[in-house]
């Protein structure tokens, strides 16, 4: 009676299958709360005090500046130094954000390939169990045609 344990294995695969695609699924969706959780800190906490720390930053330079008592204005040495730290900074921020974005990016597509594994491990179960399926079929049509020539039921 191998057909028996071949039909339950199939539904144990079966099983398995859609057993492991949910845990992956769930995985899945963790890292997108994950991703979304990290996005709004980013946003509403590190972006603003990273804004506050260069403008804290900038004013220390135009203080420290001011009371060399060198001119600042135009053209002036001060005043260049002073661009060129504005722009170090805007470049630092947009580094942030960039690599806040590529962040996200990578956490949203490690929970793609997550939930595609899933998938795959949801249809390995299905083709086990058509495999096992085909066997059970085997195993009675060999049964049958044992049962026949011997003109009598043969179990194998």
Avoid: C, H, W
């Avoid at 028996?4 to 398995?16: E, R, V, Y």
């Avoid at 994950?34 to 004013?59: G, S, W």
């Avoid at 956490?107 to 299905?126: D, M, T, V």
Wanted: proline share 1%; charged share 25%; glycine share 8%.
């Amino acid at each position: 009676m191998s057909a028996l344990g071949n039909i339950a294995a199939a539904q144990t695969a079966k099983k398995i299958g859609r057993y492991n695609e949910s845990v992956a699924y769930q995985e899945a969706q963790y890292l997108r709360k994950k991703a979304a959780v990290e996005e709004k800190v980013y946003n509403t906490i590190d972006r603003p005090r990273f804004l506050k720390a260069q403008e804290r930053a900038m004013a220390n330079f135009r203080v420290s500046a001011f009371r060399s008592g060198a001119e600042y204005r135009d053209g002036t040495t001060p005043f260049l130094v002073g661009v060129e730290n504005l722009q170090n900074q805007l470049l630092d921020l947009s580094l942030a954000d960039y690599n806040q974005e590529v962040k996200q990016n990578d956490i949203i597509n490690q929970s793609i390939l997550i939930a595609a594994r899933g998938q795959g491990e949801r249809f390995k179960g299905e083709l086990t169990a058509r495999t096992e399926y085909m066997k059970a079929a085997g195993s009675l049509l060999t049964m049958g045609s044992k049962s026949q020539q011997a003109g009598t039921l043969v179990i194998a």
